[in-house]
């Protein structure tokens, strides 16, 4: 019985995918949520990351008050560059992003917007969700730069 939930939620989210990354049918609409999915997901996160960046790049530095100053910046560096910007970043904004996705897919689907999306014609969750990841898939390689560099102090 389990086996058979879990292969049918499987299905389910397959079939999901597949109507995700399929073609939009209008492709102004589709741009018009896209930029707006940048704003609204990777230039709203940009606070956050270069908070988040600048403590933790002071915790690292101050974590090694024996070392030369040469060597705590250069540490600071590659952990900022190796680990922490790339890894660390794309954790903390999954969770904000996430729930922020989720409180809007929620919002919509209680006012009933997903249904009238569909009884439009559209598309919903390639016009929903297609935009989403393609903007946050545009706006991470440069969230992360902000990160690298607010973390170097």
């Known amino acids: ?27 102004r609409m589709y741009l018009k949520q896209y930029v707006k999915e940048m704003a609204q ?6 606070g956050i990351v270069l908070l988040i960046s600048f403590f933790i790049g002071a915790v690292i530095c101050i974590q ?10 250069y540490t600071t560096r590659e952990i900022m560059v190796l680990e922490f910007s790339s890894s660390i970043m794309c954790l903390i904004l999954s969770g ?5 996705i989720a409180s809007e897919m929620g919002t919509m689907r209680v006012t009933q917007q997903i ?3 569909e009884i439009m014609g559209v598309n919903s969750a390639s016009f929903l969700i297609l935009p989403k990841i393609m903007g946050m898939l545009t ?4 969230l992360v730069i902000f990160s690298i560099a607010a973390g170097r102090n």
């Open 1 to 27: 019985m389990l086996i058979t939930k879990g292969l049918a939620g499987f299905g389910r989210y397959l079939m999901l995918m597949g109507k995700v990354f399929s073609l939009p049918e209008k492709w």
């Open 41 to 46: 997901l990777g230039v709203d996160s940009i």
């Open 64 to 73: 090694s008050p024996w070392m030369p100053a040469f060597t705590t910046g």
């Open 96 to 100: 904000k992003v996430g729930s922020n």
């Open 115 to 117: 249904d009238a999306l």
């Open 139 to 142: 706006m991470m390689p440069f």
